[in-house]
C-alpha cells in the first residue's frame, strides 16, 4: 500500500519560509519522479515543481528562484523549500507520484498541507 504524507505547512507573513516534507510508504520514491502541486480556493490544481528519479528539477514560473525541490533517498521524503512566500502562494499543497500498470497510469497523492501567506 502506497502513502505519501505531507507536512510542514502553516500560517506565515509575507516575505517568509517554509518547508513541506512528503514522506512515502510502500514505494522507493528515489525510483520515481516526484511533484508538489498546489490548490488554492476556486482554482485548479497546479504543478509547482518536480524532481525527477535522475534528479533533475522543474518549476512553475511562478515559483522559479523562490522555491526549491529536492529529496533525501534514505528518509525516502521529498522536500518543498519555499522562500520569498507571498499571497498568491496561499493554498493547499500536495505530493504525487505515479507509476505504470497493466491498467495504465496509477497516481498516488498525499492528503495535502496547508500553506497560509498572509500579507
Known amino acids: 500500500q502506497v502513502q505519501l504524507v505531507e507536512s510542514g505547512g502553516g500560517l506565515v507573513q509575507a516575505g517568509g519560509s517554509l518547508r513541506l516534507s512528503c514522506a512515502a510508504s510502500?514505494?522507493?520514491?528515489?525510483?520515481?519522479?516526484v511533484g508538489w502541486y498546489r490548490q488554492a480556493p476556486g482554482n485548479q490544481r497546479e504543478l509547482v515543481a518536480r524532481i525527477f528519479s535522475g534528479g533533475n528539477t522543474n518549476y512553475a514560473d511562478s515559483v522559479k528562484g523562490r522555491f526549491t525541490i529536492s529529496r533525501d533517498n534514505a528518509k525516502n521524503t521529498v522536500y518543498l523549500q519555499m522562500n520569498s512566500l507571498k499571497p498568491e502562494d496561499t493554498g493547499v499543497y500536495y505530493c504525487?507520484?505515479?507509476?505504470?500498470?497493466?491498467?495504465?497510469?496509477?497516481?498516488?497523492w498525499g492528503q495535502g498541507t496547508q500553506v497560509t501567506v498572509s500579507s
Open positions: 510502500g514505494i522507493i520514491f528515489s525510483f520515481f519522479d
Open positions: 504525487n507520484t505515479n507509476r505504470m500498470s497493466l491498467g495504465g497510469r496509477v497516481d498516488y
